[in-house]
């Protein structure tokens, strides 16, 4: 018996050394891109819109601690577009259905509602009546968890289809939040309510950053976690369709193709940048177009017929129907 506990133990032993020397050889091919990455102008341009937005984010922070009030009629509590600017008038006579989906932005991990001052703004501007940021709290990052948060965004969700008489939502989430919104389409029903998951810089695959907190929602977003396992099971006939903008040059996701999202019930569309910060994504020109025109398109979630289909990576399996558009903007 002595002999089996002690093999039990060496077995053990050798599986957290190997896991050891995966890690570090990850973190060793994840540096040595960076570097090669940084050496090019685009991500010189990258480095100083970070942090530039760095700063920025810092005076707005403050302002964004305080909840957003919900407005259900937005700017169309009436049927005459006369004092619409002219993109607004565009979207609600071409779309009216689009236009009236409320959208709601989840924010990252100890941060708030003020990630998304100019993407929530280029929203408004482009004519969408209702989009609406939720708050989450700082301490997620300490005493967070994913199934939880989950579960209280969809609480929140119901409200706002109460408040505005929609039917379905649009989500743009940012980094945690995109997990926290996937979890509620594939888990808990809110494919049912979720007509676009549009999610930006998202460790759908985890990220070895993860590893340098000891708390319970860095364990669930370390790459293999259960909750991680959870999300890549079945989720047949899901009726939500994503968008994924991730970024080569991501200092969070680690490695940064680990914001891809790759699952063969998902309806994917994908959008790489090769030059954008982490807490960049939210305000990048590229992204902000990609997130307002998708929206926009409201059409084409109930036709995910012809897409081409989501490149492989090696060793994975083939996806079992169309899934994924991917673009690579320059």
Request: glycine content about 12%.
């Amino acid at each position: 018996m002595g002999n089996g506990v002690l093999s039990r133990l060496t077995g053990a032993l050798r599986s957290g050394a190997g896991q050891g020397l995966d890690l570090a050889r990850d973190i060793g091919v994840h540096t040595a891109q960076t570097i090669r990455a940084l050496s090019s102008l685009g991500a010189m341009r990258g480095v100083v819109v970070e942090a530039t937005w760095l700063a920025l984010h810092a005076v707005l922070y403050p302002l964004g601690t305080v909840a957003q009030d919900l407005r259900p009629d937005g700017p169309y509590g009436h049927y005459r577009t006369d004092d619409l600017p002219p993109q607004q008038r565009g979207l609600v006579v071409a779309a009216m259905e689009a236009a009236g989906t409320p959208i709601v932005l989840i924010h990252g991990v100890a941060d708030n509602r003020s990630a998304f001052a100019l993407l929530g703004g280029a929203l408004r501007r482009r004519g969408f009546g209702v989009v609406h940021a939720l708050n989450y709290g700082w301490l997620t990052a300490l005493t967070g968890d994913i199934r939880r948060a989950a579960e209280l965004l969809g609480t929140h969700i119901e409200r706002i289809c109460e408040q505005t008489g929609s039917e379905r939502v649009h989500i743009v989430g940012h980094s945690l939040g995109g997990l926290v919104a996937r979890y509620y389409v594939q888990r808990l029903g809110g494919d049912a309510r979720v007509r676009t998951l549009v999610t930006l810089g998202t460790p759908h695959q985890g990220t070895l950053a993860a590893y340098l907190l000891p708390t319970r929602l860095a364990g669930q977003l370390r790459p293999g976690s259960p909750l991680l396992t959870e999300l890549a099971g079945p989720a047949p006939g899901c009726r939500t369709r994503f968008v994924v903008v991730w970024s080569e040059m991501d200092q969070v996701v680690i490695p940064q193709r680990n914001a891809r999202l790759v699952h063969p019930d998902l309806v994917i569309e994908e959008h790489r940048l090769p030059d954008t910060g982490h807490l960049s994504l939210a305000v990048d020109a590229r992204a902000r177009h990609v997130v307002v025109t998708t929206l926009a398109r409201l059409e084409d979630d109930e036709s995910p017929t012809g897409l081409l289909p989501h490149p492989r990576q090696p060793g994975e399996p083939p996806a079992h129907r169309p899934s994924a558009r991917v673009h690579h903007p320059h």
